[in-house]
């Protein structure tokens, strides 16, 4: 297993925006709110900006995945709001990376949380996948 402290630091983080247009919507999900940015939509944004702090200091063939996340998605946006999704690292151990969450617009906090990652060998996690693949389809 690699050391994750040979490649990475507490502190680093990744931040960009997000207008939110109807894709990033409740109204996916929920016609009566198909203003409002969705839950999901935050998740998905968190997921990527943590992917964005880390992996492209991982050495070949190493990638992260996600293991679990938390938010709390506290007030709403409508469509046409810009939102910042931030995440932080604030600590390794052994092959799992922590993050910090937040999300704001121009009037405050939007949601926050924290999202576990592991790193793992990317050609290693195929050849699992592949195998659980075959086991389905042979019955198993």
Known sequence: MINLNDYLTPGFSHEFKVTVTSEESV????PKLDQLLATSACVKAFIRAAIETTDKYLPEGYITVGQSIEISHEAPSYIGTTVNFKATLYSIS??????????WDHMGTVA??????????WALLMDGARERAYLQDQGF
């Open 112 to 121: 926050t949380g924290k999202h576990t990652r592991a790193v793992v060998n």
């Open 94 to 103: 052994g092959n799992k990376i922590y993050y910090e969450l937040v999300a």
């Open 27 to 30: 109204g996916n999900f929920s």
